[in-house]
């Protein structure tokens, strides 16, 4: 009786270890071959039966709902991880950036949520529902804080997150394709806003007119605002000399 008794939390413990090998190896599968694979090819990937994939998953579009659910639950861990670890500001910007560069090359799971008429299905709803909440609370947390515009909503940023994954998939060198996506995060801050005064290198900007100074303004590089004294308009002296020559041929 007692060996019954404690047979079936074993057998319960096989199948969620066989559940999470399926979903495992489809997750790479799906990555590394796209989504026409067979059920058949990923339980061979995954060294179990046809059987076994079809029990948990009887359905490739059940599969693909829950490898996008599990995506998006990493995800909201995440946000959760940059809540408690890192400033309201870093955090939200931080989170963004994690989105997507784990969401690069997932552009065949976008084209089959688009394609068909029936998404999203229940599971992959829910899990879509936490990951907003968890936007709104961080998007939250620094607009309180003065980091982010505070006309920014959850939703600019989920469809902002989407162009970023698209500009990072499209862009040939890694590198850059990031630096680009950052640019774009950074249009989200909150401006630093100085109070104006006239500079001899800029005469025709009003006294009276703020303006935020944190890129240079011959070559577009970010600039180091600092608390005190006079914000920098260039970056070194050989902008400085190049717009003077420039103001000189007008």
Not at 69 to 97: N, S, T
Not at 209 to 221: K, V
Not at 225 to 236: E, N
Request: glycine share 8%; aromatic share 4%.
């Amino acid at each position: 009786m007692t060996a019954a008794l404690g047979a079936a939390p074993a057998g319960r413990a096989d199948a969620r270890r066989n559940r999470e090998i399926v979903l495992r190896t489809a997750i790479h599968v799906f990555a590394e071959e796209g989504l026409e694979v067979s059920l058949g090819r990923i339980a061979q990937r995954a060294g179990v039966g046809a059987g076994t994939v079809y029990r948990h998953f009887p359905s490739k579009e059940i599969l693909v709902e829950a490898v996008l659910a599990e995506h998006i639950e990493g995800l909201v861990a995440a946000a959760d991880r940059w809540a408690a670890h890192a400033p309201p500001g870093d955090a939200l910007f931080g989170f963004l950036l994690e989105v997507i560069e784990k969401s690069a090359g997932r552009q065949h799971f976008c084209d089959v949520l688009t394609a068909d008429r029936g998404w999203p299905r229940a599971v992959l709803a829910a899990a879509a529902q936490r990951f907003h909440d968890a936007l709104e609370r961080l998007l939250c947390d620094a607009k309180q804080a003065g980091a982010i515009r505070a006309d920014v909503r959850a939703d600019d940023l989920s469809a902002l997150a989407i162009g970023g994954v698209a500009l990072r998939s499209a862009h040939r060198d890694q590198v850059r394709g990031t630096g680009l996506v950052r640019l774009l995060l950074d249009g989200l801050r909150t401006p630093a806003v100085t109070k104006a005064e006239t500079f001899r290198d800029s005469p025709h900007l009003p006294r009276h007119e703020t303006t935020a100074l944190r890129h240079c303004a011959e070559c577009g590089a970010r600039l180091r605002v600092r608390a005190t004294g006079r914000p920098p308009r260039y970056c070194g002296p050989t902008c400085r000399q190049r717009a003077h020559r420039r103001r000189l041929a007008v």
